[in-house]
């Protein structure tokens, strides 16, 4: 296939695909066509919406093995995170829409049950595909009108946790189902810990099973010369341990392989095989390339990851240019200067050292920068454990992905009273990627915990002072939000200074109503204030800067002063301005008639478009704070035309 994919490019075996029924009567010569055109329709979509290109593109043939051989939607086909399942999506009867990825009313960036029945189960989140489909095979032997569970997952994501508990289940249920293990050698960064020590053992040295003996009767598959270069990765090979399967057998699993994932010759029959033949719980180990047959993304050391809009010839990106600094830029570098005055210094992800800013970190400070994987429990825990010795840990982990680990944040920091600092990225609504990774609970999940100091930024400036404070704060757990994405472009302090635990600011001074604003927000308060000045209502505007300990004293200044106060955040119910809520229904000040409301995000998930869009829908742009203010001092305000 040409790295010169168009919309134009000739796709005469994919036009007459328009469900994965009508790729029953092809070929396997017209299976591999199909491959091919679904290769160039997939490139060709990604670089006019901008996406997850590469992990797509490392599973085409797979995409097409799986719908040619099994019975989709009856049989669940299960995608591991979502990453890759463009292919999917272009072969089940969204190829019309598939230049929509991402967009605001468009298709979604990842498997999505209400989008389609051949979306078998929701994922955004890593690791849940096995427990799903272990699911799905004991609903079918209840009665379920359901098939055969096959679950798709990477190589990265068996590092999570949960997918070892699921197997061990499936083990023990033995029943069949099948876990197809897409071994890329590659994450959103370079999978790491023993088990890809282990995957590397199972092809170091080539094909290490006969297929034909394995699967009783298909034909023994041959890895490709390209493949030996995984003996290069075989560093610390796990002592003892046989070769094959043997880890996924003891699980209770038949295990497959490893087999060539981009060649349809040993994809087909095998899975045919299994399908006519399998009893029990059966793993596929499919050996493929991030970014498979698109120049540009296989020599991107991500694999063509995610991408913005590009040029199909050049695989140059579109991008935006920014005059200030992104956020997680911002708390990288600050975070750089704190560790070059302490030593104790050391920070944490789970698999996402780009994404954190901390490969930035690691460059610098190699043997104080740990990726644990995707593993989002266990780095917590470490971190608790790092603390406990005497290091001050700093535990990066996106708002959504923090969900996983919490309770190990409840039972192993918070109860310990261990100084943790959890940096949260990706806090609020984040666009293109949906409601799977708004970072829409955190505030909630965190206030709610005794002891725990809880902040957010309001601007990349206050940033910096939020890295200083958790850097220098040791009685406790301690967590400071921020959004993604570019800041607001205020002068920068050359360096952090501590702030004062539990004390907001005051902003702007004006006359009636107060606006508390707690994150990122502040910059649209301010918006709606110039438009409310312009109507001789201005009102007072507060940064609140702390969730827990709240700033009581600021709270009740601006109760004395004003007839009416505000909260506004980027985060659910339960969070900052409950705690706004209870401490003044505690103080009585409800029973004085003093007017109150708080702007949250509303009460649903909200779907993908451009974070404008979404604060849009949850009302939390200027214009409707604005109106906001004005409902509230009932003022009447003329409908726009």
Request: proline share 4%; aromatic share 6%; glycine share 10%.
């Amino acid at each position: 296939m040409s790295d010169s994919a168009s919309p134009l490019t000739a796709t005469p075996i994919l036009d007459r695909v328009r469900l994965p029924a009508d790729m029953k009567g092809l070929s396997d010569l017209e299976l591999k066509k199909l491959a091919e055109e679904l290769r160039s329709e997939t490139i060709s979509a990604v670089s006019q919406t901008g996406g997850h290109l590469g992990a797509g593109l490392g599973v085409v043939e797979l995409t097409v093995a799986l719908h040619a051989v099994f019975d989709a939607p009856r049989d669940k086909i299960i995608w591991d995170v979502g990453h890759q399942c463009y292919p999917h999506k272009i072969l089940t009867g969204r190829r019309d829409r598939i230049r929509t990825l991402r967009m605001k009313d468009g298709l979604s960036g990842f498997t999505k049950r209400s989008e389609s029945p051949y979306d078998a189960f929701g994922a955004g989140h890593s690791s849940t595909s096995i427990s799903a489909a272990v699911g799905f095979t004991m609903g079918r032997e209840l009665g379920a009108e359901t098939g055969d569970a096959i679950a798709v997952i990477g190589d990265g994501a068996m590092s999570g946790g949960m997918a070892f508990e699921a197997m061990n289940h499936a083990g023990h249920l033995g029943k069949r189902m099948f876990v197809v293990l897409n071994d890329n050698e590659m994450s959103i960064a370079p999978p790491v810990g023993a088990l890809s020590s282990y995957l590397t053992r199972l092809y170091a040295e080539g094909p290490v099973q006969d297929l034909k003996e394995v699967a009783k009767g298909a034909a023994r598959a041959f890895l490709p010369e390209a493949f030996h270069e995984g003996a290069r990765r075989a560093k610390e090979m796990l002592k003892g341990m046989a070769m094959g399967g043997t880890l996924f057998e003891e699980l209770g699993f038949t295990y497959v392989g490893p087999v060539d994932g981009h060649d349809l010759d040993q994809l087909l029959p095998v899975l045919r095989m299994l399908k006519t033949r399998a009893k029990g719980p059966v793993l596929i180990h499919a050996l493929t390339k991030k970014g498979k047959g698109y120049t540009h993304a296989e020599s991107r050391p991500d694999g063509g990851h995610a991408t913005a809009k590009f040029d199909v010839a050049t695989g140059t990106q579109v991008k935006a240019i920014s005059n200030a600094p992104s956020y997680t830029k911002v708390f990288a570098e600050s975070l750089i200067k704190e560790a070059a005055k302490d030593e104790k210094i050391v920070a944490i992800t789970a698999a996402m050292p780009d994404g954190t800013g901390l490969n930035m970190f690691a460059q610098l400070y190699p043997r104080r920068c740990f990726d644990v994987g995707i593993a989002e429990q266990h780095a917590v825990t470490f971190s608790a454990g790092l603390a406990a010795s005497g290091m001050k840990p700093f535990c990066a982990i996106y708002s959504t992905f923090l969900q996983r680990g919490y309770d190990q944040i409840v039972h192993d920091v918070a109860i310990q009273r261990l100084p943790v600092r959890f940096a949260i990225d990706r806090a609020g609504l984040v666009g293109a990627d949906g409601a799977t990774h708004a970072g829409s609970f955190d505030v909630g999940f965190m206030a709610s915990l005794p002891g725990m100091v809880v902040m957010a930024a309001a601007d990349e400036a206050d940033l910096v002072h939020m890295v200083a404070t958790a850097a220098a704060y040791d009685a406790g757990p301690i967590a400071f939000r921020y959004p993604r994405g570019e800041g607001m472009g205020v002068e920068m302090p050359e360096t952090g200074v501590p702030l004062e635990i539990g004390k907001g600011r005051m902003i702007a001074e004006g006359g009636r109503v107060a606006i508390l604003s707690y994150g990122t927000r502040l910059a649209e308060v301010l918006k709606a204030r110039e438009a409310l000045q312009a109507r001789g209502l201005a009102p007072t505007v507060a940064d609140a800067r702390f969730a827990k300990p709240l700033d009581t004293d600021l709270i009740d200044q601006l109760v004395a002063n004003h007839e009416a106060l505000i909260c506004i955040e980027e985060g659910a119910i339960g969070g900052f301005g409950s705690h706004v809520a209870q401490y003044l229904a505690d103080q009585g000040v409800f029973d004085r008639g003093f007017k109150f409301r708080s702007m949250v995000l509303p009460d649903t998930f909200i779907d993908h478009a451009s974070p404008e869009d979404m604060y849009r829908s949850a009302g939390m742009e200027a214009s409707q704070i604005e109106a906001k203010v004005l409902e509230l001092l009932g003022v009447a305000v003329a409908k726009r035309a």
